[in-house]
């Protein structure tokens, strides 16, 4: 068992979650939701983990980690910033919130923290055009975001013990 970077409980709690389903085949991505919740990203030796586990090839874990979004190889920060760029966003000033973002954290955009608080990127459209543009703070919605309104959400967090697991 590949288990250099985490804390052996986290492993743990994600072997009962296996071990709790009733079928393990086809359980790979509702496994990989888990795990990502657990460990907040699927570095290489938890995908070794769950193929083991789930006794199935690693490739075939790493596979489905990078064919699909919403799985990250990459640790992210306490608090996520994403700034929607669809097109309704980006017409209505997403790249300079952004920026705005990236800018006043010294975070740039695609990356995390030094001190692993804070992740800034840009997403594709999430489908609230109406409130363009828009910004998520883990998954908390913020609409019609300009760049004044920047430092009032950063300040939101900033103070803030980071959230559990």
Not at 42 to 63: F, R
Not at 117 to 128: D, F, I, Q, S
Request: proline fraction near 4%.
């Amino acid at each position: 068992m590949a288990q250099s970077n985490f804390d052996i409980a986290l492993y743990d709690k994600l072997d009962a979650y296996i071990d709790s389903l009733p079928n393990k085949q086809g359980a790979l991505v509702s496994v990989l939701h888990e795990a990502q919740g657990i460990f907040k990203y699927l570095p290489i030796e938890v995908q070794t983990h769950i193929a083991q586990k789930l006794d199935i090839p690693a490739s075939k874990v790493y596979g489905v980690v990078t064919f699909y979004s919403y799985f990250t190889m990459t640790k992210k920060g306490d608090y996520e910033i994403s700034v929607c760029m669809g097109t309704a966003c980006y017409v209505r000033g997403a790249g300079k919130v952004l920026d705005k973002f990236a800018n006043d954290l010294g975070v740039p955009s695609g990356t995390t923290s030094e001190d692993g608080k804070w992740t800034v990127n840009g997403l594709r459209c999430v489908g609230a055009c109406g409130l363009a543009p828009v910004v998520l703070v883990n998954g908390k919605v913020y609409g019609r975001i300009e760049e004044k309104d920047v430092q009032g959400i950063i300040d939101e967090y900033k103070d803030k013990e980071a959230p559990d697991a």
